[in-house]
């Protein structure tokens, strides 16, 4: 499967250079290869030898225009992740100024954060579904530079999503608010990485599976209501186990 996938991107590279009088852009075309591999198959499992075979270039060209498969990574995540991300940062301060000074609900949050991803999935000239797959695989990837990266590179969004959270939820103590925020994050990449574990728990429809819109729109209402949750006391019975 993996090998016919790269024949057929690399077959698809070739054909492109033909048709074009002028060579194609060898960035792009390896910004697009290792996009979709590292969607299809994560990080550690893409070689650089897979995209340079699927780009159709040498591996000279990688370590010229990105230096390491870690900064080509990186170099996949930001071209597509940057612009989303100040969409959302426009789209939360938007909602702010039509609040005039009140706290947004947590739906409107939810928004800010899947409207801009929600058009990037329709937005098949900017990776589409595809990216949506590998940026849910890149959050929940154990890879330390992978987090590490996500952190640092984003910090300025994270800290005006939580924020705006905060101020919506002025009853969740911080180190509540932390560890729910992490669940949101958690149940989003894993909706975006791919909806197979659909199949576990009955029937649905192939097509709405498979629309990010559909599915984003399923997830934010879940998501509120966890973030709205009542703080459970220690002694309410949420986490006493006893041996059987």
């Known amino acids: 499967m993996a090998s016919s996938n790269v ?5 698809a590279a070739e054909n492109s250079a033909e048709k074009s009088a002028e060579p194609a852009d060898t960035k792009s075309r390896i910004l697009d290869a290792a996009e979709e591999l590292f969607m299809e198959h994560g990080f550690e499992a893409t070689s650089l030898r897979l995209i340079t075979t699927a780009a159709a270039v040498n591996l000279a060209a990688v370590n010229y225009h990105f ?15 940057d612009p989303m991300n100040r969409d959302r940062m426009q789209l939360l301060s938007s909602y702010e100024a039509a609040a005039g000074g009140k706290p947004l609900t947590c739906e409107k949050i939810l928004a800010a954060m899947f409207i801009p991803a929600m058009k990037l999935a329709r937005d098949h000239e900017q990776g589409g579904k595809n990216f949506l797959r590998l940026l849910g695989r890149a959050y929940a990837d154990p890879a330390p530079f992978i987090r590490e990266f996500l ?6 969004m994270i800290a005006r999503f939580r924020t705006a959270f905060s101020n919506a ?12 925020l992490h669940y949101v994050m958690g149940a989003l990449s894993y909706t975006l990485a791919g909806a197979d574990v659909l199949k576990v728990f ?14 984003l729109r399923r997830l934010a209402p879940f998501l509120a209501a966890g973030l709205r949750a009542p703080i459970p006391a220690e002694d309410d019975g949420y986490l006493q186990f006893q041996e059987a």
Not at 169 to 180: G, I, K, Q, Y
Not at 202 to 211: C, F, K, P, S, V
């Open 67 to 81: 230096g390491s498969k870690e900064e080509l990574f990186q170099a996949v995540l930001t071209r597509r992740l």
């Open 151 to 156: 952190s640092n590179q984003y910090s300025e």
């Open 202 to 215: 009955g029937q649905y429809h192939l097509d709405e599976a498979t629309n990010d819109e559909l599915l």
């Open 7 to 11: 024949q057929r991107l690399a077959r």
């Open 169 to 180: 939820l002025p009853h969740v103590p911080r180190e509540e608010l932390s560890w729910r």
